[in-house]
């Protein structure tokens, strides 16, 4: 017989929505040491419901989600890059092309040296 973490069908959405909740507020912990200790509250309020909800649940398997931030532009600002690119350009372009044009437009030469991986 194949371990469930709940038995109760009711429950099992709940937990789906928390064991999501519950990562993202570990990755906030780690960027953001100054929220620290609200956080960590909120974290600790959702592992407790878990627990009311299903009091076998470990939550030990829950990783922290962790995030990386984008080292040529900042949140919210390559969509803004992109538009610019496009306002000025003189016909129809690729994606590939609008990507290379952004990447010029902010002083990146090589993106193949830096990141492998986008070759």
Do not use: C
């Not at 990386?68 to 690119?85: E, I, M, P, S």
């Not at 350009?89 to 002083?107: D, F, H, K, S």
Request: aromatic share 4%.
């Amino acid at each position: 017989m194949p371990k469930r973490p709940t038995r109760d069908p009711y429950t099992r959405p709940a937990i789906n929505t928390l064991e999501r909740l519950h990562p993202e507020l570990g990755g906030k912990i780690l960027e953001n040491r100054q929220e620290h200790d609200t956080l960590a509250d909120q974290m600790r309020h959702v592992e407790a419901v878990i627990k009311m909800l299903d009091p076998a649940y470990n939550l030990n398997r829950i990783a922290v989600k962790r995030r990386k931030g984008n080292q040529w532009f900042k949140r919210g600002t390559l969509y803004r890059r992109a538009l610019d690119v496009l306002r000025t350009a003189t016909e129809p372009m690729t994606a590939p092309e609008i990507a290379a044009a952004v990447l010029r437009a902010e002083g990146v030469d090589d993106v193949s040296a830096q990141r492998p991986e986008l070759r």
